[in-house]
């Protein structure tokens, strides 16, 4: 079970970006997904989580700026970053809370994938 990202880059500010993750193994449900960031010298923090009915929640700072959607099933969760700010300069990371059935048994796990860049020069 893991998650592949993509999509982070060097973008000037006002410009715009898109990060898109899937979810690939043996995974019985997504229970939601979403992307958490980690600039230099700061505390990983959440950016913005769709939970598996839709509902959406984001970190005031991106509010208005950033979109999150998801498509069930695809497995997959993509963030477009519009306007961005030399403060979104982190490295990106996706996650996702997961059911999985082994040995019939449901368990949720929280997985995570390889951090993306994302720099945004001023």
């Known amino acids: 079970v893991q998650l592949q990202a993509s999509g982070g880059g060097l973008v000037q500010a006002g410009g715009s970006l898109r990060l898109s993750c899937v979810a690939s193994?043996?995974?019985?449900?997504?229970?939601?997904m979403g992307w958490y960031r980690q600039a230099p010298g700061k505390q990983r923090e959440l950016v913005a989580r769709?939970?598996?009915?839709?509902?959406?929640n984001y970190v005031d700072s991106v509010q208005g700026r950033f979109a999150i959607s998801g498509d069930n099933a695809k497995r997959t969760v993509d963030l477009q970053m519009n306007s961005l700010k030399p403060e979104d300069t982190a490295v990106y990371y996706c996650?996702?809370?997961?059911?999985?059935?082994?040995?019939?048994?449901?368990?949720?796990?929280?997985?995570w994938g390889r951090g993306t860049l994302v720099t945004v020069s001023s």
């Open positions: 996650n996702a809370h997961v059911d999985v059935l082994n040995a019939g048994i449901l368990r949720e796990l929280e997985i």
């Open positions: 193994g043996n995974i019985f449900s997504i229970n939601d």
């Open positions: 769709i939970s598996r009915v839709g509902r959406t």
